[in-house]
């Protein structure tokens, strides 16, 4: 049993604030995800919780416990780091039994438990061997290994595959998802990869600058993101954003942009000015029934879908379609939006006009 709640954690660096006033929570057995891009606090987050950086202010609290003071030894938590740190002059028995070795623990209860961690992660016939010869996937499993033989209450990893070519990168995260689903550890991991994020998180904290943009599933993410940072950091083409001004009540329902009146899923929080509609380009079908004009610049051909790049009255737009539908270079088309999955934004805080009705989404204004 792990749970972690983290409440208005704070780190800064002398005048330099590197988490600024983070609070969410990671349930018992979930695989979470702190992502967000290059220096945004993720893995200061990740030390705070493991006990190797110490908050400014703020507290964390394991199984209902403040531990946001005491140090790494004394808070059972294990931390896998992106470089496999295991001991060269040892072999992979003697690496994954040194944590009970030191704890005092009997041969004969290290050798049994040796034995069924190396079993779960398919290590067996290599126990004897040094680990200087191993190959990256396998130094990967061992330093996984000596992590899982001490059953701590949670993991923390950080960006523990980043160090793995593509291909191979994609299989371990099979392999740990699966490992994490048989062991149902309370698992944190960082990534800069959204798409890592979604494939294997229960849930996802997206940090920008120090700060939590939104925390959820990976479909409310995908689906209800919380500001135009998330909506444009998650998914591959990202969502397209067209600005127009418009004024909006608290309840309404539609939105008047230009000529149009645009059905919106939910109803909104109150907005004047400069406002931001967010669709994703599988959403945008071409018709000539389309409202907004557009002309097609480019075709990029993917297999079973094509991304089909427009200029429109609200510059430049990505649709994604199906690969059989004929589209040609420079023709001219209409634009349908499936209003069931837009997102209006505030353009002056970039966030999602999200009320009323509000699902969780972290509230930030
Ligand atoms: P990356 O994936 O590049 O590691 P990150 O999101 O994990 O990014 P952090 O490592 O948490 O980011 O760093 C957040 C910011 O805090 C960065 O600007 C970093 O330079 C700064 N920082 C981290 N540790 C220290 C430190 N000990 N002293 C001063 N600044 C620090």
Redesign the pocket.
């Known amino acids: 049993m792990a749970e972690i709640v983290i409440k208005n954690l704070r ?1 800064d ?2 005048d ?1 604030t ?2 600024q006033e983070s609070s969410f929570t990671i349930e018992d057995g979930e695989f979470f995800m ?1 992502l ?12 705070m919780i493991a006990g190797l ?1 110490l908050p400014t202010s703020g507290e964390i609290f394991l199984d209902g416990e403040e531990i946001s003071q005491r140090p790494p030894s004394k808070r059972d938590i294990a931390f896998v780091f992106q470089m496999f740190a295991l001991y060269p002059h040892l072999n992979v028995r003697k690496n994954i039994s040194y944590p009970l070795a030191s704890q005092g623990m009997k041969r004969r209860d290290i050798k049994a438990k040796v034995a069924e961690v190396s079993k779960i992660l398919g290590i067996e016939h290599m126990l004897d061997k040094p680990v200087g010869g191993l190959s990256g996937g396998d130094r990967q499993r061992v330093a996984l290994g000596r992590a899982i033989v001490r059953e701590p209450k949670a993991f923390m990893m ?2 523990p595959l980043g160090a793995l070519d593509a291909e191979f990168r994609e299989h371990m995260s099979e392999e740990l998802r699966a490992l994490h689903d048989r062991m149902g550890a309370t698992t944190v991991y ?1 990534t ?1 990869d959204q798409l890592e994020a979604m494939q294997m998180g229960d849930k996802i904290v997206v ?1 920008n600058n ?1 700060v939590v943009e939104q925390f959820g599933t990976p479909r409310d993410i995908y689906n209800k993101p919380a500001s135009v940072f998330v909506a444009d950091f998650i998914g591959s083409p990202s969502m397209n954003f067209l600005p127009f001004n418009g004024t909006v009540k608290s309840g309404d329902t539609t939105v008047q942009m230009g000529q149009q009146r645009i059905v919106v899923p939910e109803q909104l929080t109150s907005a004047e000015g400069e406002l931001i509609l967010g669709i994703r380009p599988e959403n945008i079908s071409l018709s000539d029934n389309g409202a907004v004009k557009s002309s097609v610049v480019a075709l990029e051909y993917l297999g079973t879908t094509q991304i089909v790049v427009l200029d429109s009255e609200y510059g430049e737009l990505k649709a994604r379609v199906d690969a059989a539908q004929p589209v040609a270079v420079g023709e001219n088309v209409g634009l349908e939006f499936d209003s069931a999955t837009i997102t209006l934004f505030a353009k002056s805080n970039g966030r999602a006009l999200r009320s009323v009705l509000n699902d969780g989404v972290f509230p930030h204004g």
């Not at 967000?36 to 030390?47: H, M, V």
């Open positions: 780190k660096f002398g330099f590197a988490v702190l967000g891009p290059s220096g945004c606090g993720k893995t200061t987050t990740l030390r950086e950080d960006e960082v800069h940090m120090a």
